[in-house]
């Protein structure tokens, strides 16, 4: 089955430490995506990728980093210059576009991130 | 103002009521419009897509755009309790190669059996 996979589904961090979040597609998408969603603040955009070694800062990637060495992955790592990173987080992915039409996002099932 | 705004809710109603859910946006260049249905603690699944005005059906949900008024809804039918989940709208521009998508905050639905 095609998808999206997203590991752990459930994190705990300690103060101080770094975290990273797993993201993997099969879907041979070549544009990946990390959201964050908090209550009531709906989804927002921390980092996207459109292609293999390359990814650019969304709304608040501050505190936040990725990397992209692979189509397949897009891990996310929560540093500790994240300060309030309790939160439930979200990796998508698209065919790549060029201004055309039809390109949506397709969801992973989220890893919610608990501050110890 | 905010580039997209949802209403609020929370939105309860009893089975089989008509469900009427809106979005309205403010940057004139979203072409593509989505729908996106999150139940509790689960990824968001894509419900309805649409990239021009007027009205597209897929079953019981109605996706309406109106590019005129920027306004946009979805629309649920004899509403079932498996509807109860998060609704999320979704838009995009057709800048380059711009897939960024912007999302409404969401509206959580209650259908009551």
């Known amino acids: 089955d095609g998808g999206i996979t997203q590991s752990p589904k459930y994190l705990f961090r300690k103060e101080g430490q770094n975290v990273t979040l797993s993201c993997e597609q099969n879907?041979?998408?070549?544009?990946m995506y990390w959201y964050r969603q908090d209550p009531g603040q709906g989804l927002r955009l921390i980092y996207y990728?459109?292609?293999?070694?390359?990814?650019q800062k969304g709304d608040i990637a501050e505190g936040y980093s990725v990397s992209r060495e692979k189509k397949e992955s897009f891990p996310l790592t929560v540093t500790s210059a994240q300060k309030n990173p309790t939160a439930f987080y979200l990796c998508?992915?698209?065919?790549?576009?060029?201004?055309?039409?039809?390109?949506?996002?397709?969801f992973g099932p989220g890893t919610r991130l608990l501050v110890l | 103002q905010k580039e997209v705004e949802q209403d609020p809710g929370p939105l309860s109603v009893p089975e089989g009521a008509i469900v009427s859910l809106n979005c309205t946006y403010s940057?004139?260049?979203?072409?593509?419009f989505m729908w996106y249905r999150q139940y509790s603690r689960k990824g968001p699944e894509l419900l309805m897509y649409?990239?021009?005005?007027g009205n597209k059906e897929d079953g019981r949900f109605t996706a309406q755009v109106d590019k005129s008024s920027k306004y946009i809804s979805l629309f649920i039918r004899d509403s079932q309790p498996s509807d109860s989940a998060t609704y999320l709208c979704?838009?995009?521009?057709?800048?380059?190669?711009?897939?960024?998508?912007?999302f409404g905050k969401g509206i959580t639905l209650s259908v009551r059996p």
């Open positions: 998508a992915s698209s065919r790549r576009t060029s201004g055309g039409p039809q390109e949506t996002q397709y």
């Open positions: 879907l041979n998408h070549d544009a």
């Open positions: 990728s459109q292609i293999v070694n390359d990814f």
């Open positions: 940057n004139s260049a979203f072409q593509y």
């Open positions: 649409t990239y021009s005005s």
């Open positions: 979704a838009m995009r521009d057709l800048t380059g190669a711009n897939s960024k998508l912007t």
